[in-house]
């Protein structure tokens, strides 16, 4: 007797659960049903990472760390998925070691990027990096993994919170990588992805006045980036243009991703004469 | 149906301003100090200091001990002010207590009288003693405005909620109030639903309108309008006036002003641009 087919919807990934549009659209793409994410899912997604800033944030990077190996882990379990789902396999072995190379990061990142400051005075002076916040991410087109994983980890290591807005001719990879997360004992709020189309959502992301930074890696569209840059500009956040040049996302990354989203809280303490 | 996209635009620019003219800013905490009842007495004045189109909350409710803070800082604004009395939360208290708190809170200047009913008798089936209590209080209020909370966490079924309500009703209460906030369950729409047949089969008896006020539990815009949609429908719309119809809240008023806002400019606000309190 032949089965009944189980057909799948991709589904949003909201606060760490996987539900429709609140609008109940939908579009296909890569011969699958995808929810088309509304502005009220951005609302949401918005929501969810605000409220999951403080436990994130104020968790030990060693901690961080630790769960986002886990999710490497994990990664590394659906590889064959990824595959399936036409990811080249050296991308989704990129997109592991790039995600264990990230993970790595987030016990060592203060040591580099804070300082112990000499200064004019008897008080001992530190810089030490904190994370900013709630950062929308347009996610690049080109590589729905790879690109994906290289903009996603960089912002959520030092401790922001995000709201993605995955490539919207390739979402399947970015929702199946949410599965990941979900399995990963990451919290819920932490990463949010929201599928369809970037032309409507991000000028929403742009401009909430709950959003603290925009990484426009993706748009591709001059006129989208510089109103959406406008709209950003309403509350002062901060901005991450989209790349000049088409990036080549298997190249070393570097820290600049990180430092991006990171704000320098500088700290005075007298120690006498 | 009405968690989703039913009322929109300029209705829903209506229904907020309605929402917030209809807010019993509340705060009922150990904690309180004179210092924040007066910040928050600013905030019922000017809800949105951005904005002066925004208009102000029917009331502050404040514990009495707080009444002469409060109505120093609400003199002349129209705000009305409200306090919590007999023995609020428990209502465990001898009589002449209860009394004498509700004098000390009139007289110190609250105009609005929040009583807990006795759950306790209630519940034993000592009606009596329930309703006497509740027409002794009155009596105190003199002319303060008496609402009559229920605590309809603590009644156990709807018909207690029905009985419960027609008793204050009948003893003279000017408002019947879903809940004290500090048990478990609170403000419900189905409780409200009840207190609100209630409220209308007593004026089709008596002639005498009663207002209604759900207390806790309802954090944002969207519940707010789910509970004016009931009073309209149930009620009627001489219920959709901050004379009759109250929320007892803290929290909802700041989620009314970000959806104002949002209205307003187009753009998603946060909680940043609101005071926390």
């Not at chain 1, 399947?172 to 970037?198: C, H």
């Not at chain 2, 009322?7 to 100090?33: F, N, P, S, Y």
């Not at chain 2, 939360?89 to 110190?108: N, R």
Request: aromatic share 6%.
């Amino acid at each position: 007797m032949s089965r009944l087919a189980v057909r799948k919807t991709y589904k949003l990934f909201i606060g760490g659960k996987f539900p429709r549009s609140e609008s109940g659209r939908s579009y296909l793409v890569q011969d699958a049903n995808v929810a088309l994410a509304s502005r009220k899912d951005v609302r949401d997604a918005v929501v969810a990472a605000r409220a999951a800033v403080k436990g994130w944030s104020g968790a030990t990077a060693y901690n961080r760390g630790q769960i986002l190996y886990r999710a490497a882990e994990m990664l590394e379990g659906r590889r064959d998925q990824f595959v399936a789902l036409g990811e080249p396999e050296a991308e989704v072995d990129a997109a592991i070691d790039r995600w264990v190379w990230y993970a790595g990061w987030s016990d060592k990142i203060a040591q580099v990027y804070g300082n112990a400051n000499p200064v004019a005075g008897p008080y001992f002076n530190l810089s030490s990096p904190e994370p900013t916040g709630v950062v929308g991410v347009v996610a690049p087109p080109e590589s729905a993994l790879l690109g994906l994983v290289s903009v996603v980890a960089p912002a959520i290591v030092t401790g922001n919170t995000v709201i993605v807005l995955a490539a919207e001719e390739r979402p399947l990879a970015a929702v199946t990588l949410a599965e990941v997360l979900a399995t990963s004992d990451l919290p819920g709020g932490v990463v949010n992805l929201l599928t369809g189309k970037v032309a409507e959502t991000a000028p929403w992301l742009a401009a909430h006045m709950d959003v603290n930074a925009l990484d426009l890696a993706g748009v591709r569209d001059a006129a989208l980036a510089t109103s959406l840059e406008e709209a950003a500009a309403e509350n002062l956040k901060r901005v991450l243009r989209p790349p000049a040049a088409p990036v080549d996302w298997s190249a070393d990354p570097g820290i600049g991703r990180m430092t991006a989203f990171l704000e320098t809280k500088t700290v005075w303490h007298p120690k006498g004469t | 149906m009405l968690s989703t996209r039913s009322i929109k635009t300029t209705a829903k620019a209506w229904a907020i301003d309605l929402a917030i003219r209809m807010v019993d800013l509340t705060t009922l905490e150990g904690a309180d100090t004179p210092g924040k009842v007066r910040a928050l007495s600013a905030k019922a004045r000017r809800p949105d200091p951005a904005d002066p189109s925004c208009p102000a909350v029917a009331a502050l409710c404040v514990y009495p001990s707080m009444v002469p803070v409060a109505s120093e800082a609400l003199r002349g604004s129209g705000v009305h002010l409200a306090s919590v009395a007999t023995a609020f939360p428990s209502g465990q208290a001898p009589i002449e207590v209860k009394l004498a708190d509700t004098k000390a809170a009139v007289a110190a200047g609250a105009d609005e009288i929040d009583m807990v009913i006795n759950r306790g008798a209630f519940l034993s089936g000592r009606y009596q003693e329930v309703y006497d209590e509740i027409v002794a209080v009155k009596d105190a209020c003199g002319g303060a405005h008496l609402k009559v909370i229920l605590e309809t966490g603590e009644l156990a079924t709807y018909d207690n909620v029905r009985r419960a309500s027609w008793l204050a009703m009948l003893a003279g209460g000017d408002f019947i109030k879903t809940s004290t906030g500090k048990v478990p369950v609170a403000a419900t729409l189905p409780v409200t639903l009840v207190m609100l047949e209630a409220v209308r089969d007593f004026r089709g008896a008596s002639g005498r309108q009663v207002g209604v006020k759900p207390a806790g539990g309802i954090r944002t815009t969207k519940d707010a309008i789910k509970y004016l949609v009931v009073v309209n429908e149930t009620a009627g719309a001489d219920w959709l006036d901050p004379d009759w119809f109250r929320f007892g809240a803290s929290t909802l008023l700041n989620d009314l002003l970000m959806q104002r806002t949002k209205l307003k400019t187009g753009h998603y606000s946060g909680p940043d641009y609101f005071t926390v309190d």
